[in-house]
């Protein structure tokens, strides 16, 4: 089974902050890896898939990057909506999708 | 605009049976692989299972096989999911979802006695 990493688990940053996330996977998954966004309460949104093709609607702060088992999820200049919880998720083989353990970042 | 509404959560006791459902709008359901993610109460997300665009191809997460079933009608644009023996670990808020698109607001399943 393919294994998913993130770190930090929780980021604390201020508004205007680079933040980056990393997610590793326990073996190749090629570029098949989404990152989703989570608010309290809410649904996952879908942020970038294909490791870094953004998806529709989503700001441009938001940013994808890797291949194989190391990737990373860049938000240049945070914004006070972006204060949520981040997850990758890798799809390599319809048998099998697995999600990370997520990324909390909270205000500094 | 895309739509999913799941439906058929609430309480039931160990050992027992529910049957979601999830009413797909705004794309074309039947060209769609379709998932199901549960989400335990304060806790990250969890692959459930797949199922291919003509219900022909079938994939579960290890903690579900043999318990839980997912289905499809396409003339019904509707996903389903048969869930049997459930266990107290089994509690969640289970959210369909299309293949890279948006999710419903989820149902929550709740296991206990």
């Known amino acids: 089974d393919i294994q998913m990493t993130q770190s930090p688990s929780t980021l604390s940053a201020s508004v205007g902050d680079r933040v980056i996330i990393t997610c590793r996977a326990s073996q190749s998954i090629n570029t098949w890896l989404a990152w989703y966004q989570q608010k309290p309460g809410k649904a996952p949104k879908l942020l970038i898939h294909k490791a870094s093709s953004l998806q529709s609607g989503v700001p441009s702060r938001f940013s994808g990057s890797g291949s194989g088992t190391e990737f990373t999820l860049t938000i240049s200049s945070l914004q006070p909506d972006d204060f949520a919880t981040y997850y990758c998720?890798?799809?390599?083989?319809?048998?099998?999708?697995?999600f990370g353990p997520g990324t909390k970042v909270d205000i500094k | 605009e895309v739509q999913l509404v799941e439906s058929g959560g609430g309480l039931v006791q160990p050992g027992g049976s529910l049957r979601l459902s999830c009413a797909a709008s705004g794309f074309t359901f039947s060209n769609s692989w379709m998932s199901w993610v549960r989400q335990a109460p304060g806790k990250g997300l969890e692959w459930v299972a797949n199922i291919k665009q003509d219900g022909n191809e079938k994939y579960y997460g290890d903690s579900v096989k043999g318990r839980f079933t997912i289905s499809r009608d396409n003339a019904k644009n509707s996903l389903y999911l048969q869930m049997n023996s459930l266990r107290a670990e089994d509690t969640a808020v289970y959210y369909c979802?299309?293949?890279?698109?948006?999710w419903g607001q989820g149902t929550l399943v709740t296991v206990s006695s």
């Open positions: 998720q890798q799809y390599n083989s319809w048998s099998l999708f697995t």
């Open positions: 979802a299309p293949y890279l698109g948006s």
